[in-house]
């Protein structure tokens, strides 16, 4: 639905080029698919051809808040404060600044002070459910996402909010039945798929294949965060499925490597392939993992020592060498 909303408004922005409304209903179509790259792209062009403009700017600001922009979230809650601070998009923003701030009795305060302005300003109710589930007070944030859906039940943010209050509540079955009233209306976007598989994983629950399908659905969404990824190769595991295990562990650690990022599931993934291919014999590759665990300092290195002597001794039979200056 979002992606032929879409292409109609660029077919259309082909005849009306400098039109903001067509530029910001782009935005709008690219924000529901979660491509904030080019939505903070839009919404800085559409500044600088209206820089007193407020309309749609909370949205804006959400995206900031997502990418943790905390400066040019800063500058904009200025900006529209000083434009007309009586509008709700304008408390909305500064609603969202003292949030990443994390000073969350003040943004509830801006939200508050939107609805005051419009009742039935959504993204008010659902931002301010959002503050009070930081804040632990779950009874607040159910009202506040019930008042989202009584004015869009299509929304699926308060769905997934609900979905979250609940399971703060130590309630997985209700927490469920929200979260897949959100993949209904949003199933394209995988944190929200990743969240019910986290249900599925609680001990109530305990029903990991379902989590293992959510998990895949998040991983063919584009999975920005890269848990899918990791959770489906430790569930895996946990379900003695060792070749599929290996399977994740290798698609998690290319996209690391891709990425050049480094940190406890990379050491995870390579313990674990390093192990594997030396269960299966397959001692070529397990040596390719072991060296890469060699450049780190922690127990992992020790470990990558034992196995490299291990396989060592498999092999030829002889005495363990010396690894410690094995060189890649």
Aim: charged share 25%.
């Amino acid at each position: 639905m979002h992606s032929e909303s879409l292409a109609k408004y660029e077919y259309l922005q082909g005849t009306f080029g400098y039109s903001n409304y067509i530029q910001a209903q782009i935005a709008k179509a690219q924000y529901s698919l979660r491509e904030f790259e080019q939505v903070e792209t839009i919404f800085e062009e559409l500044l600088r051809n209206d820089p007193y403009r407020v309309e749609d700017m909370d949205m804006y600001s959400n995206v900031l808040y997502a990418n943790e922009c905390s400066s040019a979230l800063s500058y904009l809650a200025h900006r529209v404060f000083m434009t007309d601070k009586y509008r709700p998009e304008s408390c909305c923003i500064i609603g969202n600044y003292y949030s990443l701030k994390g000073q969350h009795e003040k943004s509830v305060m801006y939200f508050r002070r939107a609805l005051k302005l419009d009742k039935n300003y959504l993204s008010a109710w659902t931002l301010m459910g959002h503050e009070y589930i930081k804040m632990k007070n779950t009874p607040a944030a159910v009202d506040a996402y019930r008042r989202a859906i009584d004015i869009n039940p299509c929304d699926y943010r308060a769905w997934y909010g609900l979905g979250q209050a609940y399971e703060m509540m130590g309630m997985p079955f209700y927490a469920l039945h929200y979260f897949r009233k959100s993949v209904f209306l949003q199933p394209n976007d995988s944190q929200l798929w990743i969240s019910m598989a986290h249900c599925y994983e609680t001990d109530q629950l305990r029903m990991l294949e379902e989590a293992i399908k959510c998990y895949r659905r998040a991983a063919d969404c584009n999975d920005r965060e890269a848990i899918a990824l990791h959770q489906l190769a430790k569930l895996q595991y946990e379900l003695g499925c060792l070749e599929e295990a290996a399977f994740y562990y290798k698609k998690d650690l290319e996209r690391m490597e891709a990425e050049e990022r480094e940190g406890p599931n990379m050491v995870e993934a390579l313990l674990y392939l390093a192990t594997y291919y030396k269960t299966q014999k397959r001692f070529e590759e397990a040596e390719v993992y072991c060296t890469r665990l060699l450049d780190f300092t922690g127990p992992e290195k020790e470990t990558a020592k034992s196995l490299l002597r291990g396989m060592r001794r498999t092999q030829s039979g002889f005495p363990s060498v010396d690894v410690e200056h094995f060189s890649p």
